[in-house]
């Protein structure tokens, strides 16, 4: 067998990845097979087993490969010099791209395949260590932008990071369970503009908050 490039054997996992999506989103993650992924993948079961060792290898990689890929696209958004309203909105911009840029067919995919991985990831122990390890690791990601941020003056002194952090993480399997249940159709752009709004300005008007302390104030 002729030695394949480093360039090739990525393209090919790339491949197996996407095709293991599709399966696991169609059928679900227990009903599809490793034949099952290498037909749609246009391979034998064999070039598959080169790559991964078995089904739960597969969803492991896959998860690892997608939380990867959002991790760098979102430090590259922010990145660049800007002021906070540009910054913020980048950043969610970057972290929701995969469902901004699909179509709507390919959302659902994303998201169906998404809701089976999570669910898989923690029934058992070696799962939910990989799970951890991934909320571990976007965690320390965003607690550290978030420190970048306040250091920078862009942030309230007075924000629990950590609280922000945990938030900020829920709100892209929070927001992708919901379009599911909802048959689809979330404005994903209105989304990340009304998130901006509000983690810039709050969701209360000013008006309403001098009210309730006047009201506070008479008691």
Known sequence: ???RSPAFREDRRREILAAAERCFAAVGYNAATIREVAAEAGLSTGAVYTYFRTKDGLLAALCAERAASQIAALRTALAAPSAAPAR???????????FVAASPAEVR???RANLLAWYEMVRSA???AFAT???TTWRETVLDLLREERDAGRLRADVDLAALAAILIALGPGLQIVDLLQ???LDWPAVIRALTAVLLGGAVREESRVGSRESEGSR
Do not use: D, I, R
């Not at 913020?88 to 995969?98: D, R, T």
């Open 1 to 3: 067998m002729p030695k």
């Open 88 to 98: 913020l909105e980048a950043g969610l911009a970057a972290a929701f791209e995969p």
């Open 109 to 111: 995919q994303l998201e």
């Open 126 to 128: 070696e799962g939910g």
């Open 133 to 135: 390890g991934l909320v």
């Open 183 to 185: 048959g689809g159709g």
